[in-house]
Each structure stands twice: as C-alpha cells, then as structure tokens.
C-alpha cells in the first residue's frame, strides 16, 4: 500500500507540472508559430492579388473586343460611293419639306473624309502664301484645328439640342455636322485657286453663296427635328453662326494663329 501511495503522488506531480506548463489542455506542438502565420498571409495575399489581376485583364481584354473591334464600327463606315456622292451633293440643297423632320444617316465615313480634304486645303492655303515650317507641324496644326471643330461643335450642338429637346443622336450630329464641312472645303478650294489671278472678293462671293447654301441646309436639319419652333430657331441660328464664322477664321485668322505659332517654336 505504501508503494501504491508513492506511485500515485507521483503521478500527481507531474500532472500537477504538465498543467503549469500548459494550463489551456493543448498540446504545444499544435499552435502556429508567427513564422507560420506570415507564411499563410503572404500566400493569401498572392493569390488575391493574381485573381484580381486575372479579373482586371479579362474585364480589359473585353471592352477592347466589343468596341474597337472593326465589326462594331464597320456599320458607321459602310457606304456605297453614289450614296456618298448624293448626300455631299444634298449638302448645297436646302429641303423644300418644312413640317416634317428631315432624315438624318449616322455615318461617319463622308464626315470623316471631308475633314481629311479641308486639312489638305489648308495645308495647300500655307504653302501657296508662302508659309515655310516642318512637315509634320504643319500637318499636325492642320488636323488639330479641324478636327477640333468638327468634334467640338459636334459636342456643344449635341448638348443644347438635348437642352432644347431635339430629335438628335450624338452620330447624327457628327454626321450633318461633317458632311457641312462640304461648304468649307469648297469655298476654301476656289478662294486659294482665284487667290492666284488676283481676285480676293471672289472669297466673299463664295462665302455668302456656297457657305450660306451648306449653312441653310445645316438650319433646316435643326428647324426641322426640333419640337419646339423658338428653340429650334435658336439651334439653328447658333449652327449658322458656327458654320459661316468658322470659314472666316480658317480663310484669315488660321494664318495669323499659324505665324504666331511658328514664331514661338
């Protein structure tokens, strides 16, 4: 018996040390390190980080797809030559339908060459007067300058015609928009020509004939997709004023911002 009483208090002993060392139970081997823990965090850490750069590439990948894509902007683009040469032509011709809206494309492609034909102009303009600079500032101020009316006022008009509660699509307005740069490479083309057998009031000939017959055209458009007669006068007052101002400038005031351009560089 006294042996047995000797064992169990042996016991008792080290039962007694084991629970100071470990009061919670738990075996000591079981409990993470911090070494282990940053090992965790880290690897969490790289693994959120590749699946939001996965999500970000495909979110990417896809809005590159569906919009600069050439199917989505062929249908903008897609035009038959005498449908191009129609409505360039209709673009002198003011409509005789005054009541009801006049038919406006959304197309891009007649716009888009005719600004690339008044840069040619305009760069022919410089050169014919004798202006001398590097080719690609040249060109470059060029397609700045009409490339910023035609989209910049193409914006503006867009905003007051959605003001004046107009029947108007942002295309639609880019498109009768561009198509009345018509006017401006013709009057600026015969002007520079008659320029050179020393008739400058030709300039104004055309200007009130030819810009004013784009201009109307451009007036109509607006007077007729308009609901309201007093704004649509209002639209098509301001497209007028835009429209015949705008080839003063580019006949006078574009050489003038020209030189002072060239002095500073």
Same mark, same amino acid.
């Given at each position: 018996?006294?042996?047995?009483?000797?064992?169990?208090?042996?016991?008792?002993?080290?039962?007694?040390?084991?629970?100071?060392?470990?009061?919670?139970?738990?075996?000591? *081997?079981?409990?993470?390190?911090?070494?282990?823990?940053?090992?965790?965090?880290?690897?969490?850490?790289? !693994?959120?980080?590749?699946?939001?750069?996965?999500?970000?590439? *495909?979110?990417?990948?896809?809005?590159?797809?569906?919009?600069?894509?050439?199917?989505?902007?062929?249908?903008?683009?897609?035009? !038959?030559?005498?449908?191009?040469?129609?409505?360039?032509?209709?673009?002198?011709?003011?409509?005789?339908?005054?009541?009801?809206?006049?038919?406006?494309?959304?197309?891009?492609?007649?716009?888009?060459?005719?600004?690339?034909?008044?840069?040619?102009?305009?760069?022919?303009?410089?050169?014919?007067?004798?202006?001398?600079?590097? !080719?690609?500032?040249?060109?470059?101020?060029?397609?700045?300058?009409?490339?910023?009316?035609?989209?910049?006022?193409?914006?503006?008009?867009?905003?007051?015609?959605?003001?004046?509660?107009?029947?108007?699509?942002?295309?639609?307005?880019?498109?009768?928009?561009?198509?009345?740069?018509?006017?401006?490479?013709?009057?600026?083309?015969?002007?520079?020509?008659?320029?050179?057998?020393?008739?400058?009031?030709?300039?104004?000939?055309?200007?009130?004939?030819?810009?004013?017959?784009?201009?109307?055209?451009?007036?109509?458009?607006?007077?007729?997709?308009?609901?309201?007669?007093?704004?649509?006068?209002?639209?098509?007052?301001?497209?007028?004023?835009?429209?015949?101002?705008?080839?003063?400038?580019?006949?006078?005031?574009?050489?003038?911002?020209?030189?002072?351009?060239?002095?500073?560089?």
């Amino acid at each position: 018996d006294a042996t047995n009483n000797m064992d169990t208090a042996v016991d008792l002993d080290e039962t007694h040390d084991d629970f100071i060392k470990n009061p919670h139970g738990k075996d000591t *081997n079981d409990v993470p390190s911090s070494e282990m823990l940053g090992d965790m965090q880290t690897k969490i850490s790289k !693994e959120v980080a590749g699946q939001l750069w996965t999500a970000g590439k *495909n979110s990417t990948q896809k809005f590159i797809s569906t919009y600069v894509h050439v199917d989505f902007l062929r249908p903008y683009f897609d035009i !038959e030559p005498q449908d191009f040469r129609n409505r360039l032509v209709r673009s002198f011709i003011p409509s005789a339908q005054l009541g009801a809206p006049q038919v406006v494309s959304a197309e891009l492609y007649g716009p888009l060459m005719l600004t690339l034909t008044l840069v040619a102009i305009l760069l022919c303009g410089m050169k014919s007067t004798g202006h001398h600079m590097e !080719e690609g500032t040249l060109i470059g101020t060029a397609m700045v300058v009409c490339f910023s009316y035609w989209l910049g006022i193409s914006s503006l008009l867009f905003f007051i015609a959605f003001v004046f509660n107009a029947h108007f699509t942002l295309l639609q307005i880019l498109s009768i928009t561009g198509y009345s740069l018509s006017g401006h490479c013709t009057v600026l083309l015969l002007s520079t020509l008659f320029d050179h057998y020393g008739a400058p009031s030709v300039f104004y000939i055309l200007w009130v004939g030819l810009g004013g017959l784009s201009a109307i055209k451009l007036a109509g458009i607006y007077l007729s997709r308009t609901w309201s007669s007093r704004e649509g006068t209002l639209l098509a007052i301001l497209s007028v004023a835009f429209h015949m101002f705008s080839i003063l400038y580019l006949r006078f005031a574009y050489h003038k911002f020209y030189e002072a351009l060239s002095a500073t560089m």
